[in-house]
């Protein structure tokens, strides 16, 4: 099941993870807007390996505010997805059949309801 991470309203700032994530690779879907194109948003299915040696720690940590020697795993895959973006995490692969960089709410929430979502504190009402 996904739990919230993100904003309340997912068309904001949408994260949410997988709760049934192993305790190294975390599976997350991530939704953001663009500023100034309307209704438009990059949207994508990821995977995080937290232990990935490409992904610079200290970097990433130093970015979110985390603790460098024993960091959060779902709080630093997130701030690893915001660092790095959403393309080095497979958002290429994992999208092939939609334009990720330029989904509308229609096309996103007819994948989400595919998805078993907890819906505390989370809403995807037009905000």
Request: proline share 5%.
């Amino acid at each position: 099941m996904y739990v919230n991470y993100g904003d309340y309203h997912f068309f904001q700032h949408g994260r949410l993870v997988d709760s049934e994530h192993s305790d190294t690779e975390i599976s997350v879907i991530y939704c953001e807007p663009y500023p100034n194109l309307e209704a438009t948003y990059l949207f994508a299915e990821l995977t995080v390996d937290i232990t990935d040696d490409w992904i610079d720690k200290p970097a990433v940590c130093s970015y979110a505010s985390l603790d460098v020697i024993s960091p959060d795993p779902i709080q630093f895959a997130l701030a690893a997805i915001d660092y790095y973006g959403p393309a080095e995490f497979g958002a290429l692969d994992s999208m092939v059949t939609y334009d990720w960089q330029h989904m509308n709410r229609t096309a996103i929430l007819d994948i989400l309801k595919y998805r078993m979502i907890a819906h505390d504190n989370l809403s995807f009402n037009v905000d």
